[in-house]
């Protein structure tokens, strides 16, 4: 998602700052500014400072996660069909090394109401399972999962949790302290619309002395010198000289949006969705998989397309052709289009989308 001028404004004069004085900043101005900014953060999902540290992305989150839970062999990690590949990477590579297995259990296309896709999941649990690793909202197929529901159950079998919200923070409403997961991770470079590369780590604080950073430096240890945050905060936080500036925008993208009444804006995106997608259904005579005002999709949905001989060269020729960048994706062997409409989206946009599909497909068949 494009980071609005505003905010983009505030990340370069970040910057400059840091340009300026460079050792004065990291010495002396980085750790109170991390700190006022995580502090923003944590309101905004409800959670208190000392539990998230910033991360660059999710992707990064899973990594910490993945590579620090001390598995056993014959251990299980639960998840379902429908991750992100690179977060699905960080998880086979963490169970191989350890002897543990990464089992993927099927949710089925189309859902119905939470109490079956929980029940659809569970049958994936085992008397192994140590972990179960979910999205909020899945990237493949755009769906909101009942995380909420699948973390109290996890909690009664002793089960972590840990989730990935790459898609949630700015698409949806999130209460990290009420969801109960033992770990989250999110971007909020995505539908927050901070800069790229801003994301956070939260862990409840009974598993943070179970994490350990990917890097090892002065933050780390008991030598950790100035660096007045925790010991989980200090030794993520602090893993090299690096580029703060979009962590530290990250409390004018969360202004941002509430100076813009983003609820609102967001109600307005869905709406748009909503009718392209019975526009699409109409056009290609298939069936949604979300069922109709269910809550399941937001901002962001699948729409399932005719099979396509190379789904690449769809994906290719709607920019070559008609400028529209989209995921085409290959999923189950089913084919989809996934829509995002963000709040600089219009109506003749998704317009536009759908000529092109039915144009193309036209063309195809």
Known sequence: MATPL?????????????????????SREATPALREARAALARYVNVRPEE??????????VNVVARSLDLQPGDEVLTSNHEYGACSNAWELACT??????????????????????EEFWQGVTAQTRVIYLSHITSPTALTLPIAAICARARR??????????????????????LGADAYTGNLHKWLCAPKGAGFLWVQPHL????????????????????????????????????????????AAIDFQAEHHWPAVRRHCHALLSASMARLAALTGMAAVYPAQSGYYHQMAIVPIPLQPDLAVLKERLYDEFAIEIPCINWQGRHFVRISVQGYNSEEDLRRLEEAIGALLGAAT
């Open 52 to 61: 998230l540290v910033f991360v660059h992305n999710a992707t990064f989150g």
């Open 97 to 118: 090394k350890r002897g543990a297995r990464y089992v993927r259990q099927p949710i089925t296309l189309p859902v119905s109401d939470d109490a079956a896709i929980l």
């Open 6 to 26: 505003p905010v983009f404004e505030v990340y370069q004069e970040w910057q400059r700052q840091l340009e300026r004085q460079p050792v004065r900043f990291f």
């Open 157 to 178: 079998a002793g089960i972590l949790t840990v989730i990935d919200g790459a898609h949630a923070p700015g698409q949806i409403d999130l209460d990290l302290a009420s």
């Open 208 to 251: 943070q002395p179970r994490i350990e950073p990917l890097v090892t430096s002065w933050g780390f240890g008991p030598e950790r010198g100035h660096f007045e945050e925790n010991d989980f905060i200090s030794a993520l936080q602090w893993q090299g000289t690096d580029d703060l500036s979009a962590f530290l925008s990250v409390p």
